[in-house]
Every structure is written in C-alpha cells, then in structure tokens.
C-alpha cells in the first residue's frame, strides 16, 4: 500500500511541475534571456525500436537536434509563445538561438571535450555552463562576432574539422533534449539564481579546445550531436 501510495505522489508531483522541457525552456527564456524554440525532434518509435529524425530527410546527420519548423528565426524570449510550443509538443527538444546577445558557444568530440576541460581546469580557468551529449560537448562562451572568430582562427596552424563554432545564426540543442545520439545533459551546469549565467571569451578557451580536437583518438569530425 504504502508502495501505490508513493507512486501516486510521484505521479501528481510530475504532474503539478509539468514537464522538463517547459520548465528548462522557461528557465532560459524568462531568467535569463535567451532565445529558444522547439526542436524538430525524434519520430515515433517503429517496430523495431528506431526513433530517426522527424525532419523529412531520411539521411538527416543531426537526428532530432535542429529546428525544422518554426525556423531558426522564430526564437524568442516571449514566455506565452514558449508555453504554447511546449504545451502542444511537451517532448520537443529545446534550441537556443546562438550570437547575437544570446551565449555563442564551441563543440567538439566527447573524448575531446573531457579532456579540453581537464586541461582548463587544471589552468584554473573560470568556465561557464558545457552542454553534453554522448557523442559532443559544447562550452558556452559571450557572443563574438564572425570578424572576431576569423581573426583568432587565422593565426591557428590548423584548426580540425571536428571543432565546431555556434555564433550568429546558429543553434544548440540544450538540456534536458533527447535526440538521435541520446540524452542531452549539462556536464557544467548554470549555477541556480535569476541572474544569466556568466560566460568566458572565445579566446579564453580556443587554444585548449583546438589542441584537444587535433589530438582526438577519432577526429570526430562526422556531424552529428
């Protein structure tokens, strides 16, 4: 009895505090100011268990993790428009809308990122929140514009395919998404507290972000997230 009875309060509980995507999608945009929108997420489960990208293509690189429709211009801050996307599509992934004033951030291969961060920390950088997924973990830094990306690429002897820039016009699947590569979860979460989380330079990170990317044991540089 006791046992029915505790998975009723779970159950009500979860139901009071509505789901995860909502919550977080409304974390972002009414704490801290960022530009979401509904990712195209995964399709129904088949017969077989596959869940493959809900977008039409049938070879789709980034299963579940890109906008589809709306667009990636649709993102906004408007509490009520995130209601109403999240009420009918409660599972869809959350997109942030990167540059602008919005956090741009940096990704590269899981194996990469574990290491780029351990080389940081052991440097005693301050890092902002790192988004990862089974197979890429992204830092977030301040916005910079495309100017300010070229001229700190241009002076790298290499830069590997495997790192990726999200800057103006760009996008990151954010926490708690689920997409074609698994469960997407903060390996640095924002700290609690109205006040947007505080974010690094570019320029503080690259050099540790790119050695660990061309040391990567598989160059990951498939696209996929």
Same mark, same amino acid.
């Given at each position: 009895?006791?046992?029915?009875?505790?998975?009723?309060?779970?159950?009500?509980?979860?139901?009071?505090?509505?789901?995860?995507?909502?919550?977080?999608?409304?974390?972002?945009?009414?704490?801290?100011?960022?530009? *979401?929108?509904?990712?195209?997420?995964?399709?129904?489960?088949?017969? #077989?268990?596959?869940? %493959?990208?809900?977008? &039409?293509?049938?070879?789709?690189?980034?299963?579940?993790?890109?906008?589809?429709?709306?667009?990636?211009?649709?993102?906004?801050?408007?509490?009520?428009?995130?209601?109403?996307?999240?009420?009918? #599509? &409660?599972?869809?992934?959350?997109?942030?809308?990167? %540059?602008?004033?919005?956090?741009?951030? *940096?990704?590269?291969?899981? +194996?990469?990122?574990? @290491?780029?961060?351990?080389?940081?920390? #052991?440097?005693?950088?301050?890092?902002?929140?790192?988004?990862?997924?089974?197979? @890429?973990?992204? !830092?977030?830094?301040?916005?910079?514009?495309?100017?300010?990306? %070229?001229?700190?690429?241009?002076?790298?002897?290499? *830069?590997?395919?495997?790192? @990726?820039?999200?800057?103006?016009?760009?996008?990151?699947?954010?926490? &708690?998404?689920?997409?074609?590569? %698994?469960? +997407?979860?903060?390996? #640095?979460?924002? !700290?609690?507290?109205?006040?947007?989380?505080?974010?690094?330079?570019?320029?503080?990170? +690259?050099?540790?972000?790119?050695?660990?990317?061309?040391?990567?044991?598989?160059?990951?540089?498939?696209?996929?997230?």
């Amino acid at each position: 009895m006791r046992e029915i009875l505790g998975r009723r309060r779970r159950l009500l509980f979860r139901r009071k505090r509505g789901p995860a995507q909502l919550g977080a999608a409304l974390t972002c945009v009414a704490e801290w100011q960022w530009p *979401v929108l509904p990712g195209v997420g995964l399709k129904a489960a088949g017969s #077989r268990g596959d869940r %493959g990208c809900a977008c &039409p293509d049938p070879e789709c690189v980034v299963p579940g993790a890109h906008p589809f429709d709306p667009g990636i211009l649709a993102a906004t801050t408007d509490e009520r428009m995130v209601r109403w996307w999240w009420t009918n #599509r &409660p599972t869809a992934p959350i997109m942030l809308a990167t %540059g602008g004033r919005a956090p741009c951030a *940096v990704s590269l291969p899981a +194996v990469a990122g574990a @290491r780029a961060l351990s080389e940081l920390d #052991r440097m005693g950088m301050r890092l902002g929140p790192v988004v990862a997924t089974p197979t @890429r973990w992204s !830092l977030l830094v301040a916005p910079y514009t495309l100017e300010q990306l %070229g001229e700190l690429l241009f002076v790298k002897d290499c *830069v590997p395919s495997s790192l @990726r820039f999200h800057g103006e016009g760009g996008y990151l699947v954010l926490p &708690p998404s689920e997409t074609g590569t %698994g469960q +997407v979860r903060w390996e #640095r979460a924002p !700290l609690p507290g109205s006040a947007a989380p505080w974010l690094p330079d570019v320029e503080a990170v +690259v050099d540790a972000l790119v050695e660990a990317s061309t040391s990567a044991p598989d160059g990951g540089s498939r696209l996929a997230y």
